[in-house]
């Protein structure tokens, strides 16, 4: 998106416009700024943003094409150029109109083959070592291990009766120690997550598992404690994994987009099926609202607009997720990932340097907690962050006096970041300076009716949707990312010893601490 001078002449009226006034400048700011769509509301009113600057965003958003783009990935066309892909994730939770394509019928297959072995890891059917399965280690990194944690951690109160699940994700040895902890060797399988089936963190704790098992059961079983979700199923074959019990992880699935794929086989087995599909359908509400909503009324678009407002017209370099759960402890994380990987770009689809600065910086973390550590920066450092507050509506009327507490505290600090603080120095000269706060601080709060699995999967989705919105503003390609592949390739060449062409840093750093010999 090229900052036009009519956007940049509302950002400079609004950049320093007096934000307790905008917010309170009349009903029909709530019409155009709060809106709900499956199960979540997003209230946007403490925005520096106002209706002729909202209409400006919108006329750029037309004007950059939005409305085809989205019907272009909807409809399954290319949208990731340059690997000439498709970005097909919805079709697992049946948003994409794709309907008699080759792909949906690798969706419907792979789909009833997931709940089936769920359903007979579940019931105890499967053991792979004369033992019903106890627990379900997901082996995976970046989407597929974020995603999967997130999803088990927020439902972990709504699933039924099964199988414990865990996770790795690091190379450290310590990661798996945890994982295997406690557990009967002849009742745990290990969910193998990797789309090539060669991504090395995956591949060595892989390995490492399976080295593990070696010590406990039967040669001849160490195979069949293994699954996969992999698009190599040759090489999960070669791994020693049957063949029957590969899931297809098709390549138009972007990793940080995986979770509604077999991916999320860990999540099918530990939560069940019916739960996880669930999750989809939410997240399938959203996927239709985003596909025929008015743009003014659609609650994806009004989120990226707003965070492209913000990072390219405001300057604002982060923001902060917040969410008021502890069961959404991962969701800054998760976020954070499926955002700046995708619009951590500085070159446009014409392969020509960006015009604006691309995605924003996003970090957070959970509830109270993070009041008691960085929410000091927010309300007096000199940075201005805005905030996305994310809590649960049901809280504000709960008879639980602390989930009441936790929504009051969400509220309270959008307040104090809106409002601020001045204390009069006749009254406190000595702390005056020290106690006030500059307020005039942006932040959105977004609520779910209740955390179900419906509701989460309607906010990731909102998040994907969101993301797209602002790639078309920013005119880059969300869906590849070379700048994690450069990291592998230059990590091989350190464990292959080649480092001739390191630079004199690296090379020293090797060869101090030993890594690589000369």
């Given at each position: ?149 997130l999803v088990a951690d927020a439902l972990a109160d709504v699933a039924g009766e099964g199988p414990e699940l865990r996770f790795v994700a690091s190379l450290d040895p310590s990661d798996l120690r945890h994982a295997v902890s ?154 954070q990932q499926l955002e700046m990987e995708s619009l951590g770009k500085s070159v446009t689809l014409e392969s020509k340097p960006g015009p604006t600065p691309g995605g924003a910086l996003v970090w957070g973390g959970s509830g ?151």
């Amino acid at each position: 998106m090229v900052l036009t001078s009519d956007i940049a002449g509302h950002a400079e009226r609004l950049g320093h416009a007096n934000l307790r006034e905008l917010a309170e400048s009349g009903e029909g700011r709530s019409d155009s700024l709060v809106l709900k769509a499956a199960g979540l509301e997003l209230d946007a009113t403490k925005q520096r943003l106002d209706a002729v600057a909202l209409g400006a965003l919108m006329s750029a958003a037309r004007a950059a094409g939005l409305e085809d783009q989205r019907d272009r990935l909807l409809s399954g066309g290319v949208v990731n150029p340059t690997e000439d892909r498709p970005a097909l994730h919805m079709a697992y939770r049946h948003g994409a109109r794709i309907s008699g394509t080759p792909e949906a019928d690798l969706v419907n297959r792979t789909q009833a083959e997931t709940r089936a072995f769920a359903e007979r890891v579940r019931s105890g059917d499967f053991k792979p070592s004369g033992k019903p399965v106890e627990r379900v280690v997901n082996i995976g990194i970046g989407g597929s291990d974020l995603g999967p944690r997130l999803v088990a951690d927020a439902l972990a109160d709504v699933a039924g009766e099964g199988p414990e699940l865990r996770f790795v994700a690091s190379l450290d040895p310590s990661d798996l120690r945890h994982a295997v902890s406690g557990a009967d060797p002849e009742a745990i399988l290990f969910v193998v997550a990797s789309k090539s089936f060669s991504t090395q963190e995956t591949l060595m704790s892989a390995e490492a598992a399976r080295d593990w098992l070696e010590d406990h059961v039967e040669p001849d079983r160490v195979g069949k404690h293994f699954v996969a979700a992999s698009a190599a199923p040759d090489k999960a074959r070669a791994f020693g994994i049957d063949a029957d019990y590969v899931f297809d992880f098709p390549d138009w699935v972007g990793g940080r987009y995986s979770v509604w794929s077999a991916v999320g086989l860990a999540l099918e087995i530990g939560l069940g099926p019916d739960v996880f599909e669930d999750f989809r359908a939410g997240a399938r509400d959203m996927d239709s609202h985003f596909a025929v909503a008015p743009l003014e009324q659609n609650l994806p678009v009004i989120k990226g607009l707003i965070d492209v407002w913000n990072r390219a017209a405001l300057g604002y370099p982060s923001r902060c997720v917040a969410a008021y759960s502890a069961r959404l402890g991962k969701l800054a994380d998760y976020f954070q990932q499926l955002e700046m990987e995708s619009l951590g770009k500085s070159v446009t689809l014409e392969s020509k340097p960006g015009p604006t600065p691309g995605g924003a910086l996003v970090w957070g973390g959970s509830g109270t907690e993070i009041q008691h550590s960085f929410f000091q920066w927010l309300h007096q450092g000199k940075d201005i962050v805005p905030v996305d507050f994310i809590g649960i509506a049901r809280h504000f009327s709960s008879e639980d006096p602390r989930e009441r507490a936790l929504a009051a505290n969400m509220a309270a600090q959008g307040a104090a970041l809106l409002q601020g603080r001045q204390v009069d120095p006749a009254e406190e000269p000595r702390l005056a300076a020290h106690k006030s706060m500059p307020g005039g601080r942006p932040s959105n709060t977004i609520l779910l009716d209740d955390l179900t699995p419906r509701t989460l999967g309607a906010l990731i989705a909102l998040q994907e949707h969101k993301v797209f919105v602002e790639s078309v503003m920013y005119d880059i390609n969300p869906f590849d990312q070379w700048g994690v592949e450069l990291g592998k390739v230059l990590t091989k060449g350190i464990l292959d010893g080649e480092i001739s062409e390191y630079d004199a840093s690296t090379r020293a750093l090797l060869a101090r601490t030993g890594l690589v010999k000369d």
